[in-house]
């Protein structure tokens, strides 16, 4: 694995401009939450979109509607047509899982280093990031972020968390 800080840090700088070079996107996803809770896993579909310079959204479709919107220092959620709205200021692990999903998604290596260590490796054409929280307070509910991709788009976001569950989001 290439830890980014090296000589070779050139690699992830090549990843980070392709995706930087995206004008933004809408994907249909497939998402499975794994729990030691329960005996397979919950699984979600719907869409997920960025709009540059700072915009995801997340539509779940199944198993049941939800939005999830982050723009600027705002989480909204909607659910049952009723929406609230959480400062990510006030909440420093949505700050990190946001940062974490527009860091990528706009190539933007500066956003991603303010909440992660970043490791990459594989190539170009077919890469792996491995972002791991450095602040203590995120650290204690997220061991790493995983997200795999191919040139300039982004295949898989696997979130593992200190405790042992795991998420895995795969986009189509």
Same mark, same amino acid.
């Given at each position: 694995?290439?830890?980014?800080?090296?000589?070779?840090?050139?690699?992830? /700088?090549?990843?980070?401009?392709?995706? /930087? $070079?995206?004008?933004?996107?809408?994907?249909?996803?497939?998402?499975?939450?794994?729990?030691?809770?329960?005996?397979?896993?919950?699984?979600?579909?719907?869409?997920?979109?960025? =709009?540059?310079?700072? &915009?995801?959204?997340?539509?779940?479709?199944?198993?049941?509607?939800?939005?999830?919107? %982050?723009? +600027?220092?705002?989480?909204?959620?909607?659910?049952?047509?009723?929406?609230?709205?959480?400062?990510?200021?006030?909440?420093?692990?949505?700050?990190?899982?946001?940062?974490?999903?527009?860091?990528?998604? /706009?190539?933007?290596?500066?956003?991603?280093?303010?909440?992660?260590?970043?490791?990459?490796?594989?190539?170009?054409?077919?890469? =792996?990031?491995?972002?791991?929280?450095?602040?203590?307070?995120?650290?204690? &509910? &997220?061991?790493?972020? $995983? %997200?795999?991709?191919?040139?300039?788009?982004? $295949?898989? %976001?696997?979130?593992?968390?200190?405790? +042992?569950?795991?998420?895995?989001? =795969? &986009?189509?």
């Amino acid at each position: 694995m290439l830890i980014v800080g090296t000589a070779n840090a050139l690699d992830l /700088a090549l990843v980070m401009k392709r995706l /930087a $070079a995206e004008p933004g996107t809408k994907v249909e996803y497939r998402e499975q939450k794994f729990s030691s809770l329960l005996a397979t896993p919950v699984e979600s579909t719907g869409t997920l979109s960025y =709009q540059r310079p700072d &915009v995801v959204e997340k539509n779940v479709a199944t198993p049941r509607a939800e939005r999830y919107r %982050i723009a +600027g220092d705002t989480l909204s959620v909607t659910r049952a047509g009723k929406e609230r709205r959480i400062p990510l200021s006030s909440q420093p692990l949505l700050a990190a899982f946001a940062a974490s999903l527009r860091g990528v998604l /706009a190539g933007d290596e500066k956003q991603l280093r303010e909440y992660f260590r970043l490791a990459a490796n594989g190539t170009e054409a077919e890469w =792996q990031l491995e972002l791991t929280p450095i602040d203590d307070e995120v650290a204690r &509910v &997220v061991e790493r972020v $995983a %997200i795999t991709g191919r040139a300039g788009k982004v $295949a898989t %976001i696997e979130v593992r968390e200190a405790g +042992g569950d795991r998420s895995l989001l =795969q &986009v189509r």
